[in-house]
């Protein structure tokens, strides 16, 4: 999506995504009590869902944001499940993680590099998931848990290439709904 696209295509309204229950999983449930419970109120079995940033382009979501001030690979795990739930409902649902700082490991924390290779990790990880995961750091070197990022004396600089590259990410991967 250029510069050139009119700014009222998009928008970042956020709505809960309601992921229904899968009527198949009633098959496995073992109670017969509970599987006739579930049959009889079926309508009302949902999981409400949502990320941090609900990019919506001519009113459709189209790019699901998590944004961390850092993520590890536990985090990563959530991210990965609440992105396969919604990916059920929409297959072309682009997910990004966006974050500050890594703690994933590998060379995520360095993000100027010309390719980022990631770590072993979570590529394992991700291999699992049917996700496409556009993974965004802004700010150099691993993120240390005994350096709180709100101290100031562990500020990092965040600069601007940095930034303009996480813009180009996105144009990117927006560019398809261009």
């Known amino acids: 999506m250029g510069m050139e696209q009119p700014a009222k295509r998009l ?15 009633i098959k496995r449930v073992k109670s017969p ?3 006739k419970w579930i049959k009889d109120n079926i309508h009302e079995f949902h999981y ?28 990563m795990k959530r991210i990965l499940v609440d992105f396969t739930l ?8 682009a997910c990004v993680l966006f974050q500050l ?7 995520y924390s360095k993000p100027n ?3 980022i290779f990631g770590s072993k990790p979570t590529h394992t990880l991700i291999s699992h998931f049917d996700v496409d995961l ?17 101290d100031p004396q562990f500020f990092k600089e965040l600069k601007f290439d940095l930034l303009e590259r996480a813009m180009i990410t996105f ?3 927006l560019g398809k709904w261009a």
């Not at 009113?59 to 590890?72: N, T």
């Not at 919604?86 to 649902?93: E, S």
């Not at 890594?102 to 060379?107: N, T």
């Not at 556009?134 to 709100?150: A, Y």
Request: proline share 5%; with cysteine.
């Open 33 to 35: 009590e509970v599987a």
């Open 171 to 173: 144009q990117q991967i």
């Open 134 to 150: 556009h993974i965004i750091t802004i700010l150099e070197g691993d993120r240390k848990v005994d350096e709180p990022i709100h």
């Open 11 to 25: 928008s970042f309204e956020k709505k809960v995504i309601q992921i229904q229950i899968k009527p198949d999983y």
């Open 101 to 107: 700082e890594s703690q994933l490991g590998g060379d």
């Open 86 to 93: 919604l990916r059920q409902i929409m297959p072309d649902l």
């Open 48 to 75: 409400g869902i949502k990320t941090d940033v609900h990019v919506n382009i001519d009113g459709k979501f189209v790019c699901g944001v998590e944004c961390k001030a850092y993520s590890e690979n536990a985090m």
């Open 113 to 115: 590099s010309p390719i």
